[in-house]
């Protein structure tokens, strides 16, 4: 018995373009039919397929380290510390309108005062300097803040005693307003038996009014000469002498200093404060 296979034609289009035109190129399948018994035979002819033949689009991107387009600038503390350089810091170096400055510029750091006084002792006193101008490869700093060390803080804080505390906004000479943070604990008299030292709510207050006028009278100066009061705690030190006859007090510091507000930029008075004599020129007098 012969049975008889039908032609089958399959025509597969490829997806039209972008534009909307049909493409021309096709693959065509074609059935030979035979009465034989024998299989059919298939025949294919490839087309170009173009969006096959592409690879993905961009390709790899070139892989570039971004330290090759960074740059060393050495940091600069003002003439009140003795040793004047702070450290290093990275930035991306001058690309176009895109400066190198700008980006320094603004930059708040933060040093310890044993690095910059070359004292073990003051370990424990944080100093932050903000960069308020580049000149050649040095950053020019200026006072920024201070604090105390946290297990500092914690070290002092003990039982059977009170702690007092004083916050105070204060305008130097120079037009900076700062913030201080004063921080006090009493003490037992002498020939105390009692082993509590716990002061009473008016002798507290006495002793806060007290704070506020001595951080008010030792902030009537330029910064640059608080800073010289607030780096050996010569305020702290003002602060317990006069309230001894209210309560005794110990450990007195100023354990935080924020600068709030800062004047408009002079570029002579940082010049001053960056140049290499630390001693005062003295004030002009009248002649006679």
């Not at 101008?133 to 700093?141: F, P, R, S």
């Not at 600068?259 to 009248?286: C, N, Q, W, Y």
Request: with cysteine; net charge positive.
């Amino acid at each position: 018995q012969v049975h008889a296979t039908p032609v089958v034609g399959v025509l597969w289009h490829r997806r039209k373009r972008k534009q909307g035109a049909a493409s021309s190129s096709s693959f065509i399948v074609s059935c030979s039919s035979s009465v034989s018994s024998r299989p059919s035979t298939f025949i294919m002819a490839v087309g170009k397929n173009k969006k096959l033949m592409k690879g993905k689009k961009g390709g790899k991107k070139k892989i570039i380290d971004p330290f090759t387009r960074k740059e060393w600038y050495d940091i600069k503390a003002p003439n009140v510390f003795k040793n004047r350089q702070v450290g290093k810091t990275l930035v991306t170096r001058t690309i176009g309108t895109k400066l190198a400055s700008a980006g320094l510029k603004g930059r708040v750091l933060e040093a310890c005062v044993a690095d910059l006084n070359s004292d073990e002792e003051q370990a424990f006193l944080q100093i932050r300097l903000r960069v308020e101008d580049v000149q050649g490869k040095h950053c020019l700093t200026n006072f920024h803040g201070m604090r105390l060390s946290t297990d500092k803080v914690k070290g002092l804080v003990r039982k059977w005693q009170s702690l007092i505390e004083a916050t105070m906004d204060v305008k130097t000479t120079d037009g900076y307003v700062l913030r201080l943070f004063c921080i006090g604990f009493t003490k037992k008299r002498n020939n105390q038996v009692k082993s509590t030292s716990y002061a009473q709510t008016a002798q507290i207050r006495r002793i806060r009014r007290r704070m506020f006028g001595i951080m008010a009278r030792e902030s009537q100066c330029e910064l640059k000469d608080l800073v010289t009061k607030l780096v050996p705690n010569t305020i702290g030190k003002k602060i317990e002498k006069r309230c001894t006859g209210i309560y005794p007090l110990k450990d007195v510091y100023i354990r935080k200093v924020k600068v709030i507000k800062t004047p408009k930029f002079d570029p002579a008075k940082l010049m001053e404060m960056h140049s290499e004599s630390r001693h005062d020129a003295g004030k002009k007098v009248a002649r006679q």
